[in-house]
């Protein structure tokens, strides 16, 4: 039952404005490839590893048609004909191409490849292993006790992973069921993926295949141990967000960040690059059930978070269309938002209470995910923990679903081991303190909560029917998010960007389509 009375109408309007911003765009994508994407093909046909000089395969063979030939025809064209010509599998045409020893150009100017079909028993071997993992996840969860209290989600960022390992499994041990690992500082600004265990990294850890793997495995045997399933999340947004998906559906992510807009306001990734990517990433997301999380907390540490509250929630409406476009059920959209209200704000409690309510209302089947304060945090970690403690309680009683745990230690330092399990600590006391507290409390119709929530939602229906007219690209030109301003036609990747070729083919992303239609669209 809703707590809030929120007005229905204008919520359904916000959905309606939310869809119209998210097809205009979706026009857009449906004619556009981007390097990204032409990698994640090649990695879905099983090209994994790197060249001589330490280069992806992916990328070397990407650059080849880029210089050579011409990429606004797919990599399944090129890759199509030489399997065909060679009778050679795609990884070992990818270490012909990086050594020089085959030249994909002499493919294009060929007519539209009659032989695509040859690429179905290495896109199949991909499938095969995605289908595999979600399987084994299922099994996992099904055999967990079943959570009502938020999920506690911590982070890991040391920049070793085998470092990351021993503090990942401590965090579970203690009581943590989801771990995230940071990438290293400006990862999402490469335009490749490093390949193999990483020990270097800068303020993270890198995301790569095998540290995934090795991560994976380690919470699989804490899991066993601690008989719970715990749930592993890294990064795929940036210049490589698809490609990224792609290697955590074959490893058995279970989460991964997922956003371009938080890519465009806050790395200066150029819209178009990153939208078309995005789609792809949530298509592959959608299809190996892995949770998505967005980025609209992100917004609130550059703008004041009780007088732009509501591009948040636009935000939310807008990436939840995009979800849909993707295929994605509602049970895989972990929408962002964050207790980032000036403690100082009287009543901020109270506010904060009602932007987390009015998420949980509007989005009831979503897994929410619920970021703690950062922004306020000023190294008194006594005031933090107050705060922390405050913000658990607002997590508890909205029945938010992924609960990011704040560190007393923000501002100061990388969490140690210490200061997260006292997080965790603080937390548990609180999730069995305020289990049902929740369920127990009602708010007056004509009292500051209720007036909060209408207001914020009055205030997204305006702004959507703003973006509605101007459209995504205007309003991210205009900075209404974050109050950063972003061009069309700037920022990094753009020059990866392909109008597709009147024959360009992606096999694998019909496929995913297709099951994907059949399985949650009937």
Same mark, same amino acid.
């Not at 306001?265 to 592959?284: A, E, G, P």
């Not at 506010?351 to 979503?366: C, D, G, K, T, V």
């Not at 700037?490 to 059949?518: M, S």
């Given at each position: 039952?809703?707590?809030?009375?929120?007005?229905?109408?204008?919520?359904?309007?916000?959905?309606?404005?939310?869809?119209?911003?998210?097809?205009?765009?979706?026009?857009?994508?449906?004619?556009?490839?981007?390097?990204?994407?032409?990698?994640?093909?090649?990695?879905?046909?099983?090209?994994?590893?790197?060249?001589?000089?330490?280069?992806?395969?992916?990328?070397?063979?990407?650059?080849?048609?880029?210089?050579?030939?011409?990429?606004?025809?797919?990599?399944?064209?090129?890759?199509?004909? *030489?399997?065909?010509?060679? +009778? !050679?599998?795609?990884?070992? %045409? /990818?270490?012909?191409? =990086?050594? #020089?020893?085959?030249? $994909?150009?002499?493919?294009?100017?060929?007519?539209?490849?009659?032989?695509?079909?040859?690429?179905?028993?290495?896109?199949?071997?991909?499938?095969?292993?995605?289908?595999?993992?979600?399987?084994?996840?299922?099994?996992?969860?099904?055999?967990?006790?079943?959570?009502?209290?938020?999920?506690?989600?911590?982070?890991?960022?040391?920049?070793?992973?085998?470092?990351?390992?021993?503090? *990942?499994?401590?965090?579970? +041990? !203690?009581?943590?069921?989801? %771990? /995230?690992?940071?990438? =290293?500082? #400006?990862?999402?600004? $490469?335009?490749?993926?490093?390949?193999?265990?990483?020990?270097?990294?800068?303020?993270?850890?890198?995301?790569?295949?095998?540290?995934?793997?090795?991560?994976?495995?380690?919470?699989?045997?804490?899991?066993?141990?601690?008989?719970?399933?715990?749930?592993?999340?890294?990064?795929?947004?940036?210049?490589?967000?698809?490609?990224?998906?792609?290697?955590?559906?074959?490893?058995?992510?279970?989460?991964?960040?997922?956003?371009?807009?938080?890519?465009? %306001?806050?790395?200066?990734?150029?819209?178009?690059?990153?939208?078309?990517?995005?789609?792809?990433?949530?298509?592959?997301?959608?299809?190996?059930?892995?949770?998505?999380?967005?980025?609209?907390?992100?917004?609130?540490?550059?703008?004041?978070?009780?007088?732009?509250?509501?591009?948040?929630?636009?935000?939310?409406?807008?990436?939840?269309?995009?979800?849909?476009?993707?295929?994605?059920?509602?049970?895989?959209?972990?929408?962002?938002?964050?207790?980032?209200?000036?403690?100082?704000?009287?009543?901020?409690?109270?506010?904060?209470?009602?932007?987390?309510?009015?998420?949980?209302?509007?989005?009831?089947?979503?897994?929410?995910?619920?970021?703690?304060?950062?922004?306020?945090?000023?190294?008194?970690?006594?005031?933090?923990?107050?705060?922390?403690?405050?913000?658990?309680?607002?997590?508890?009683?909205?029945?938010?679903?992924?609960?990011?745990?704040?560190?007393?230690?923000?501002?100061?330092?990388?969490?140690?081991?210490?200061?997260?399990?006292?997080?965790?600590?603080?937390?548990?006391?609180?999730?069995?303190?305020?289990?049902?507290?929740?369920?127990?409390?009602?708010?007056?119709?004509?009292?500051?909560?209720?007036?909060?929530?209408?207001?914020?939602?009055?205030?997204?229906?305006?702004?959507?029917?703003?973006?509605?007219?101007?459209?995504?690209?205007?309003?991210?030109?205009?900075?209404?998010?974050?109050?950063?301003?972003?061009?069309?036609?700037?920022?990094?990747?753009?020059?990866?960007?392909?109008?597709?070729?009147?024959?360009?083919?992606?096999?694998?992303?019909?496929?995913?389509?297709?099951?994907?239609?059949?399985?949650?669209?009937?």
């Amino acid at each position: 039952m809703s707590k809030l009375n929120l007005n229905q109408k204008e919520i359904q309007e916000c959905r309606i404005y939310a869809k119209l911003v998210a097809d205009d765009v979706q026009s857009f994508i449906q004619k556009h490839t981007t390097v990204a994407v032409e990698r994640t093909i090649l990695r879905l046909l099983m090209i994994d590893g790197v060249n001589d000089f330490g280069a992806p395969l992916v990328n070397t063979m990407i650059d080849h048609i880029q210089k050579d030939a011409d990429l606004s025809k797919g990599i399944c064209h090129y890759l199509s004909y *030489a399997i065909h010509d060679t +009778k !050679k599998t795609p990884q070992e %045409i /990818a270490i012909l191409v =990086s050594k #020089g020893n085959f030249n $994909l150009s002499i493919y294009k100017d060929k007519e539209k490849s009659p032989y695509l079909h040859e690429l179905n028993p290495f896109f199949n071997q991909s499938l095969f292993q995605i289908g595999k993992m979600k399987e084994i996840r299922k099994e996992w969860i099904n055999q967990s006790p079943v959570k009502q209290t938020p999920a506690k989600y911590v982070i890991v960022a040391t920049g070793n992973i085998y470092e990351d390992i021993k503090q *990942a499994v401590s965090a579970a +041990k !203690k009581g943590a069921d989801i %771990i /995230a690992v940071i990438r =290293s500082t #400006g990862q999402s600004l $490469l335009d490749y993926v490093p390949f193999g265990a990483t020990t270097e990294g800068f303020g993270g850890t890198y995301a790569t295949q095998e540290n995934f793997r090795l991560m994976r495995k380690a919470l699989d045997d804490v899991s066993k141990e601690e008989k719970r399933y715990i749930k592993l999340v890294n990064y795929a947004s940036g210049l490589c967000m698809p490609e990224i998906v792609a290697m955590g559906a074959l490893e058995r992510l279970d989460m991964m960040l997922n956003d371009s807009l938080y890519g465009i %306001i806050f790395r200066d990734i150029n819209m178009k690059r990153t939208l078309v990517d995005q789609y792809f990433s949530r298509v592959l997301s959608a299809y190996a059930d892995i949770i998505i999380n967005t980025g609209e907390d992100n917004y609130l540490t550059t703008s004041d978070a009780y007088d732009h509250a509501h591009t948040v929630l636009a935000s939310q409406f807008i990436n939840e269309q995009f979800a849909k476009n993707a295929l994605m059920p509602e049970s895989l959209m972990g929408l962002g938002h964050a207790y980032e209200i000036d403690p100082n704000l009287e009543n901020s409690f109270l506010y904060e209470l009602a932007q987390a309510e009015m998420a949980r209302e509007i989005f009831p089947n979503a897994p929410l995910k619920y970021m703690p304060p950062t922004k306020h945090m000023t190294g008194d970690i006594f005031k933090g923990t107050v705060q922390n403690a405050l913000f658990n309680i607002t997590a508890v009683t909205t029945k938010q679903s992924i609960h990011l745990l704040g560190m007393m230690t923000e501002a100061i330092h990388t969490p140690f081991v210490s200061d997260r399990a006292l997080a965790l600590d603080n937390a548990a006391y609180i999730e069995k303190a305020f289990k049902n507290f929740g369920d127990e409390i009602q708010f007056k119709p004509d009292g500051m909560i209720v007036k909060r929530a209408s207001e914020v939602l009055e205030k997204a229906h305006t702004l959507l029917k703003e973006i509605k007219d101007d459209g995504l690209f205007k309003t991210l030109e205009k900075g209404v998010f974050a109050g950063i301003s972003r061009h069309e036609d700037q920022g990094k990747g753009l020059k990866g960007v392909y109008v597709k070729h009147k024959d360009y083919e992606n096999p694998i992303l019909d496929v995913l389509l297709k099951d994907l239609k059949g399985v949650y669209h009937g």
